[in-house]
Every structure is written in structure tokens, then in C-alpha cells.
């Protein structure tokens, strides 16, 4: 068995067997759904009721805004129309009401109407009462033009586009928001993997070199075989916790289409009336066929290859920084260049690849090896020309042996340097050893 081997089987080992390991494997999903949970939860709770005082002295629009008391559960509004405006005002000094509305009688009451409120009011709230009011003149408008407002209403269409495919099945509404969401969740996986597990090669690095034991390791191994071992059984441990998440994943989704009665191997020319008996119900079995008619093979043998390409690319790094320090204090100037790039490529692709998968900066970034793993992790669920990914691999796994290369130059340096802290100058210098 080779010296390499060995390191990986040590460095692998040494992180499955902690019970740290063990534990987060199985409690990360639980902790993830019971958040997902709570913040539902908080979303749906009831909030405290903001009373907003109205002075309407056109006496035209309050009762438009008493009617949304049933329809609105966080203001409440109150008719106050006969009280004096300034004692109003007092009142919300005193944090008697929210917040007073007045509508004054005037000609221009378009750009005369005010909100008075000791804090600033939301942005729902502001157009939720300029929704009203506008309806409202807009109806005053039209009977002062003499049109029929009850015809007006009656001519209004309300469109709703039914979603179809060419095969002529029936599509679902919300499938490119869940693809969105399948791929920005997989782009932080390996955002989050690569910066925990690279801290992990470091923090290894940096104690083997404080506690003198890598003098003693690299009398029998060359600093290049210790490196690629770390970096190597490191990854496969990481690969081995995401594949029990993606077990676990896969059992739940399977359980949620057996309770909806989904037949995940039916053909796709089944038609989908025949799949339930109510709306809700069709739609909820819709939308998990079409989850399982994306390519999920090729979602996940794509994570597992920019994984490794990333992880190896940004863990050269994490290693060559830790051979250059003596604490992970020192580590703090080199490690902001090395994250950047991964800020960076969650930026894009939230704010890029979400409107337009195809855009020239999407592709770009996604082809750039740096940004790659996480930005084309986000595009594959769109649907990715195989050339595009072949190109991004290639440049990825090309970066990484030649960032392999430089950071070996470091390491072998720098992991027998002591009580000096290093720079980037000093870095440099011992690129040129």
C-alpha cells in the first residue's frame, strides 16, 4: 500500500470516528427541517394588531378602510374623523395609535394626502392604503364622467395561464421557483463543505506544525504526498456525509409521494387528471412528478464532481495557508482572497443565474474556475449544453493542478517554519525556493 494511501485511509478514518462527525451527519437534516419549520411557524403567527387612526374629512374613504379591518389582521383602522387633528398627533406621541391618516377636502387630493406615524411605516402598509385610495377616486372619476361602474367591473377580466407541454401534458406552476431552489440549495452545499472542510485540512496542518509531529512525518513522507492525503481523505469523508443527507433526502420524498399517491415510475404520458381526485391534491402530485422528471441523477453526480474539482481547488489553498501560519489567528490575511471568490459566486447566482440561467454572466461564471462549483451547480437544474459543462470541468480540474503545483511550493516551506509571521512578500519568496 502506498505512503499516499495511507494518508487518505488516516485522514478519512480520523474524521468518521469522531463522534462530532457522527452525530452532525444525522442531526443536520433534523435541525435544517425543525428550522424550516420554526421560521414557518413565526411567519405564521400572529402578530400584534397596529391601530391606524383615519381623519377623513371628505368622509369618502373611511369606509373603504374600515372594510379592510376583516381582510388586513395587522392594522386595524379607526374612524376618528370628527376628532381634532392635532389632539390626534398627541396621541401617537403618547404611542396611542400606529400611525394617523389624513385625508384632507381639497382639489388636489392626490399629492395632499399624509401619514403621520413616529417611525416609518412599511412598505405593504403604504401601498395597501394607496391601493384604496386610488380605487376609490378612480370610481369617483368614472361617475363623474357618467360611465357605468357596474359594467366597468363586470368587463374586467381575470386571466390565469394554464401551463401545458408539448407532449400535451399538463404543466405546474412553481416549477422553476423549486429549481431555483434545488440549485441555489446545492450551490451553498458546496460553498458550505468547501470552506468547513478546508478549515478542517488547515486546522490539521496548523496543529501537526505547532505540535511539532509534521518533523517527524515528513522524515518518511514527501511534504507533496502529505498535502494531496489530507486534501484527499478530508473530501471523502465530506462525500460521505452528503451522500447519507441525500439518502435520507431521497427516502423522504419517496415517503411524501406515496402519501400523495404519486407513482414515481409511472410513464410520463400518464395523464395527470388521473392522478387525483381534488385540485390541491392534482397540483401537489404534479408538482413532485415534475421534481422527479428533473434530472436528478445528473444533479447529483454533478455535485459530487464539482465538489471534488472545488473542494480540491480551494483545500490547496486552506493548505498552503496552513503550512504558512503558526495559529489560525495569522490565517485571518490569507483566508479573505480565498473566500471572496465563493461570496462572489452565490452573489451571481442569486442575483444572475435566478433571472436569466443563460445570461452571458451567468455562463461566464460558470465556466470560471473559481466561481464553477457553485454557479453551475445553480444552472444544471435549467438545463446545461454538455459542451459548457465538459469546458468548466477541464478549466476546474486544470486550475486545481496548477494551484496543487504553486501551493506544494508553499507547503513544503512553510510547514517547517516557525515563530515568523508571514506575508505575502514572504509568500512569494518562497514560490521562487
Known amino acids: 500500500m502506498s505512503i499516499t494511501t495511507l494518508i487518505i485511509k488516516r485522514e478519512f478514518f480520523a474524521k468518521v470516528r469522531n463522534k462530532s462527525f ?66 390626534l398627533k398627541d396621541s401617537i406621541v403618547n404611542n396611542g395609535y400606529e400611525g394617523l391618516l389624513i385625508i384632507p377636502k381639497t382639489t388636489d387630493l392626490e399629492h395632499q394626502i399624509e401619514f403621520v406615524s413616529n417611525a416609518s411605516p412599511s412598505v405593504s402598509f403604504i401601498e395597501n392604503a394607496q391601493a384604496v385610495i386610488a380605487a376609490k377616486i378612480t370610481q369617483l372619476n368614472f361617475e363623474k364622467a357618467h360611465l357605468d361602474t357596474l359594467a366597468i367591473r363586470k368587463a374586467q377580466a381575470n386571466v390565469i395561464i394554464n401551463i401545458a407541454k408539448t407532449s400535451g401534458e399538463q404543466g405546474v406552476k412553481g416549477l422553476n421557483e423549486a429549481k431555483i431552489a434545488i440549485g441555489g440549495a446545492f450551490g451553498y452545499l458546496i460553498m458550505m463543505f468547501i470552506i468547513i472542510y478546508g478549515n478542517m485540512v488547515m486546522r490539521s496542518v496548523i496543529e501537526e506544525k505547532t505540535n511539532r509531529i509534521v518533523e517527524i512525518i515528513i522524515s518518511s513522507v514527501k511534504p507533496f504526498q502529505l498535502m494531496i492525503g489530507k486534501i484527499i481523505g478530508t473530501s471523502l469523508a465530506g462525500i460521505l456525509q452528503f451522500s447519507i443527507w441525500v439518502i435520507i433526502g431521497l427516502s423522504l420524498l419517496f415517503l411524501a409521494s406515496a402519501f400523495l399517491g404519486v407513482d414515481v415510475g409511472a410513464s410520463a404520458n400518464v395523464p395527470s387528471e388521473l392522478l387525483s381526485q381534488t385540485e390541491y391534491a392534482g397540483t401537489a402530485q404534479l408538482f413532485i412528478k415534475e421534481l422527479w422528471n428533473l434530472p436528478i441523477a445528473s444533479i447529483l453526480i454533478s455535485f459530487m464532481v464539482y465538489f471534488i474539482g472545488g473542494y480540491f481547488l480551494y483545500s490547496s489553498f486552506y493548505a498552503a495557508i496552513g503550512a504558512a501560519v503558526d495559529n489560525q489567528t495569522d490565517s485571518q490575511q490569507f483566508l479573505l482572497p480565498v473566500i471572496m471568490p465563493l461570496i462572489l459566486s452565490v452573489y451571481v447566482g442569486f442575483f444572475s443565474v435566478v433571472n436569466d440561467p443563460d445570461s452571458t454572466i451567468a455562463v461566464a461564471f460558470s465556466i470560471f474556475p473559481l466561481t464553477s462549483p457553485i454557479v453551475m451547480l445553480m444552472r444544471i437544474p435549467f438545463g446545461v449544453p454538455w459542451w459548457q459543462i465538459a469546458i468548466s470541468l477541464t478549466l476546474l480540474f486544470a486550475t486545481f493542478l496548477g494551484v496543487v503545483w504553486f501551493a506544494a511550493k508553499i507547503y513544503r516551506v512553510g510547514i517547517l517554519m516557525y515563530g515568523k509571521k508571514p506575508s505575502w512578500k514572504e509568500l512569494y519568496k518562497w514560490l521562487k525556493y
Not at 400572529?46 to 376583516?70: C, P, S
Open 22 to 87: 457522527i452525530v452532525m451527519t444525522f442531526l443536520s437534516p433534523l435541525l435544517f427541517v425543525a428550522i424550516a419549520i420554526f421560521v414557518g411557524y413565526l411567519s405564521a403567527a400572529e402578530t400584534t394588531v397596529k391601530r391606524v387612526a383615519i381623519h377623513d374629512e371628505t368622509g369618502l374613504f373611511v369606509k373603504d378602510f374600515l372594510a379592510q379591518n376583516a381582510e388586513d389582521g395587522a392594522y386595524q383602522y379607526l374612524d376618528y374623523s370628527q376628532i381634532d387633528n392635532q389632539f
